[in-house]
């Protein structure tokens, strides 16, 4: 009871504070005394805190703030890559938050002042809050790669590591491709966005190529020596596309044999790796990552990421800011959609035991991420995850990668990966 | 006080559906925190929107405890579930069982052959409505059958039938008559009648 007082005390003089310094639209934000929570960034992180902490706390005020008016999955968009899915199946809206009572901002925050407790964007309003969510995403080191660049990625050499416009554009590059051209591929050093991923994305364009332009070549210029899930691609890629025969789709240039690129000449799509130089007909960057730029302007960041309480999620250097998705320190969490849903609803739990002034429950956390080889070919790596000492921890003896050759069970996994695909993005949006 | 004044009745009855289990209004309990991890593959309050996995609200609670066993112990056929259930002690299943078995079933909405569903209706009543009552719609000895996602009925009745999962002795008897007297295809028309009912 005391804690909800002085909780309700100080939400009242930082209310009177920001009223006073942002005139009425600080004040309009004050509703009544309610508890409000201003989430930044409405992807899966963000989406799933709003989402769980109306669900177990109607009455907290929830404003999420994103510049989209929709969504696209980063998750299954190499399945638009390979030309089995239309872009239109990974698009979501916010319309569904909204009717759970969720007010959803479409704008840019260019500013938190933890301080004051309030949020400012780029239309020039400001949000009071209790409790703020900082979900941003990756950002990406554009200039990790001399010659790569934020406008060379919008222009013709697409990193499609946020899925949407990027997507499209590396698809009709591909589309356009002629049959015996070169794909080639760069992907990034650890830590970044779905670890599989990019291997993946190898497999579901080697999938396309494989029934439509059975000539085409695939280079991965790689900065590391192993991926996750590797035995199984490995397994997968010679299975389906060769690999490891003279007449294998795919060549992978780990680091130690030369694959660390030096620099790109956009002009040419022309790769200068220590293994040497590769001219692509279609290239794709997927650049080292950070955190989201809203994260480093806030203070959130030590290094390249936001380190945070693994119970709360509560920022370890910003009070009353949580960070959860990709851009916080959750290891050994993996930077991964399932993740970032599963932080979200131990970070919501948290916010709202914090602001009831009730104990937080021990957490939990599951990660699963799928990966598609070919058509009928699903692959899956899981781990259930606990809280002890103060840390997230893998609990021994579960989880692991999907288990030696079984075409039935690989076709289950499929079909198991696209139901994930439906039911997490119910979770989150529906 | 203050927060409990502020609460009026009709947050206070939403707290109590939504929550189902979570209960406490403003607060989240330990089931509800472990239930919900299992929200990204099995859907919101695990009602599954498909095409194959499984839906598991409304499972009865010593069906989930004993399938949760059964994925640990390897003695059912799985992807993934073996690796997943690993990772939780009794009591934690416990609690997920219970918080699962207060949530409502949904039937999927899900295609299904009307002519096949019409002959499964009768080879249900004969082989199976003994103990999966009410066309499969009472969750007793199993899960609901009634409105689940066929594909995943398919996988399961395709390891009993090949010895990969283990199976009672009750169903297997039954499932090797009906398999005896029409075949793999009654078995599908068996399906179609419990992907047909959707209300």
Known sequence: ?430 | MVKLKRLTLPVMLTVGVMGAGSALAGGVDRAAILANTCAGCHGPDGVSTGPATPSIAGLPEEYFIDVMKMFQEGERRNTIMGRIAKGYTDEEIELMAKYFAKLPHRPAAQKFDPVKAKYGKKLHEKYCEKCHEEGGRVADSSGPLAGQWKPYLQFTLDDFINGHSEVDKKMKKKLSKLIRKEGMDGVRAVLEYYASEQK
Request: aromatic residues 10%; charged residues 20%.
């Open chain 1, 1 to 430: 009871m005391n804690m909800n007082r002085r909780g309700f005390i100080k939400t009242s003089i930082a209310g009177a504070v920001g009223a006073a310094l942002y005139g009425s639209h600080a004040l309009a934000a004050h509703h009544g005394g309610k508890k409000r929570v201003v989430v930044v960034g409405g992807g899966i992180g963000g989406a799933t805190t709003a989402k769980y902490i109306k669900k177990y706390d109607p009455s907290i005020d929830v404003t999420l703030i994103e510049p989209n008016p929709h969504y696209y999955t980063c998750f299954m968009s190499n399945e638009v890559l390979g030309g089995h899915r239309q872009m239109d199946s990974i698009r979501f809206d916010y319309e569904g938050l909204k009717k759970k009572g969720i007010r959803v901002v479409q704008d840019t925050v260019t500013d938190i002042d933890a301080a004051g407790q309030i949020v400012r964007t780029a239309s020039g309003k400001t949000y009071q809050y209790d409790r703020c969510v900082v979900s941003p995403g990756v950002d990406f080191k554009y200039e990790a790669i001399p010659g790569y660049s934020k406008a060379v990625a919008e222009s013709s050499i697409p990193h499609a590591w946020k899925a949407g416009p990027q997507t499209e554009m590396l698809r009709k590059q591909l589309e356009a491709m002629p049959d015996g051209g070169t794909f080639v591929m760069v992907p990034p050093p650890n830590p970044f966005r779905c670890p599989p991923g990019p291997y993946e994305r190898v497999s579901q364009i080697a999938s396309y190529f494989k029934e439509h332009k059975p000539n085409c070549k695939i280079v991965i210029l790689d900065p590391k020596n192993k991926f996750s899930k590797f035995g199984l691609f490995m397994d997968g890629w010679k299975r389906h596309y060769g690999y490891g025969t003279d007449k294998s789709m795919i060549t992978w240039i780990p680091a130690d044999k030369g694959g660390k690129v030096i620099k790109i000449d956009p002009d040419t799509k022309t790769v200068h790796a220590e293994a040497g130089t590769f001219k692509a007909d279609v290239l794709n960057i997927i650049p080292p990552q950070k955190a989201g730029a809203i994260a480093f302007k806030t203070g959130l960041t030590k290094g390249d990421w936001c380190p945070v309480d693994h119970m709360t999620f509560e920022s370890t250097l910003k009070k009353n800011i949580h960070v959860v998705g990709d851009s916080s320190i959750a290891s050994p969490l993996p930077k991964s959609g399932y993740a970032a849903n599963s932080e979200a609803k131990i970070c919501a739990a948290a916010i709202v035991s914090l602001l009831n002034g009730k104990k937080m429950p021990e957490p939990s956390w599951v990660n699963t991420c799928y990966s598609i080889i070919a058509p009928g070919d699903g692959i899956s790596v899981a781990m259930v995850y606990a809280y002890e000492n103060g840390k997230i921890i893998k609990v021994k003896g579960s989880g692991g990668l999907t288990g030696k050759y079984d075409p039935e069970l690989r076709k289950r996994e499929e079909m198991y990966a696209h139901s994930w695909f439906n039911n997490i993005t119910a979770d989150v949006f529906g």
